[in-house]
T-cell receptor, first 115, second 113 residues
């Protein structure tokens, strides 16, 4: 079984400042890793995913994440945030041996961007 | 537009009532699932299906039933609603063999009083 820990429940950040959202996972097998974003009163949207290859993954809206196998982490970053980035962000993992869709989600990190 | 459609968007139930949350997708995804979202707990898997006629339990299945008679539809039934089932429910779908991640519906906000 896998588990996901998002280390910050809420991250306040000023507009145009950088932000990093931390995600650590535990698993006895290889995993695929995902970040999702949820805007208020909406469903989740896929930001980016790591399946294999380069450990630096670029996603939509200027976000990127780096897979660190030795530290079992998959932190999400954006160099300069906008007000519109205010949302909740979820890290998710899935074992490479499970069927697609059987994800384990973290508890979420609420990002609040202020002017 | 292609995607996952959930109905209703909002629902208030009295304790003991039953109801069905509807979920339909038009992307020919094999895999469909139901999650509930509660503050500070992320998303927890209730039930999932890997194809028509095949369903299985997730992390928190008690009090819920599902069936999958077609590829497109995956309804979630609450048999006898309890206040602990107050939550936001999301349906999601994906291909079973392609690493594209989930497509989520917009959610159903359920309150049980």
């Amino acid at each position: 079984a896998q588990s996901v820990t998002q280390l910050d429940s809420q991250v306040p950040v000023f507009e145009e400042a950088p932000v990093e959202l931390r995600c650590n996972y535990s698993s006895s097998v290889s995993v695929y890793l995902f970040w999702y974003v949820q805007y208020p009163n909406q469903g989740l949207q896929l930001l980016l995913k790591y399946l294999s290859g380069s450990t630096l993954v670029k996603g939509i809206n200027g976000f990127e994440a780096e897979f660190n196998k030795s530290q079992t982490s998959f932190h999400l970053r954006k160099p300069s945030v906008h007000i519109s980035d205010t949302a909740e962000y979820f890290c998710a993992v899935r074992s490479t041996t499970d069927s697609w869709g059987k994800f384990q989600f973290g508890a979420g990190t609420q990002v609040v961007v202020t002017p | 537009n292609a995607g996952v459609t959930q109905t209703p968007k909002f629902q208030v139930l009295k304790t003991g009532q039953s109801m069905t949350l509807q979920c339909a997708q038009d992307m020919n995804h094999e895999y469909m699932s139901w999650y509930r979202q509660d503050p500070g707990m992320g998303l927890r898997l209730i039930h999932y299906s890997v194809g028509a006629g095949i369903t299985d339990q997730g992390e928190v299945p008690n009090g819920y039933n599902v069936s999958r008679s077609t590829t497109e539809d995956f309804p979630l039934r609450l048999l006898s609603a309890a206040p602990s089932q107050t939550s936001v429910y999301f349906c999601a779908s994906s291909y079973s063999s392609r690493p594209y991640g989930y497509t989520f519906g917009s959610g159903t906000r359920l309150t049980v009083v």
